[in-house]
C-alpha cells in the first residue's frame, strides 16, 4: 500500500525553525517526484518546494527561496522540508506529495495537479 506520512510540524515562534519530514512506505520515494505543498485556511494550496526524481535537481516557491531547503535520504526514504526564518505567513498545513506519471523524469513541478499520491498532512503554526 503506497503511503505518505508528513511529520515535524508544530507551534514556532517567528524567526525560528522547523524540518519536516515526509515517510514513504510501499513505494521507494527516489524513483518519484517529490513536492511540498502548504494550504493555509481559506486558501488554495500551494506549491512550496520539489525535487526531481532523477538527478535531484530542486526549485522552490519565490515567497520562500532563501529559507527552505528540501532534501531527500534515499537511505530512509524519507524526503525533508527544512524551515528557517520562519513567518506568520509560512503558517498552513503542509502536505507532501509524489509523482512519477505526471512529471517527466529530469523534471519537476510546484502544481498540485501533477501529483499522484498525497499525505494527510502536519500543521505548522509561526505565532509569538
Known amino acids: 500500500q503506497v503511503q505518505l506520512v508528513e511529520s515535524g510540524g508544530g507551534l514556532v515562534q517567528p524567526g525560528g525553525s522547523l524540518r519536516l519530514s515526509c515517510a514513504a512506505s510501499g513505494f521507494t520515494l527516489d524513483r518519484y517526484a517529490i513536492g511540498w505543498f502548504r494550504q493555509a485556511p481559506g486558501k488554495e494550496r500551494e506549491g512550496v518546494s520539489c525535487i526531481s526524481r532523477s538527478d535531484g535537481s530542486t526549485n522552490y516557491a519565490d515567497s520562500v527561496k532563501g529559507r527552505f531547503t528540501i532534501s531527500r535520504d534515499n537511505a530512509k526514504n524519507t524526503v525533508y522540508l527544512q524551515m528557517s526564518s520562519l513567518r506568520p505567513e509560512d503558517t498552513a498545513v503542509y502536505y507532501c506529495?509524489?509523482?512519477?506519471?505526471?512529471?517527466?523524469?529530469?523534471?519537476?513541478?510546484?502544481?498540485?495537479?501533477?501529483?499522484?499520491?498525497w499525505g494527510q498532512g502536519t500543521q505548522v503554526t509561526v505565532s509569538s
Open positions: 506529495a509524489a509523482d512519477r506519471v505526471h512529471i517527466p523524469r529530469y523534471g519537476s513541478s510546484l502544481a498540485p495537479s501533477d501529483y499522484t499520491f
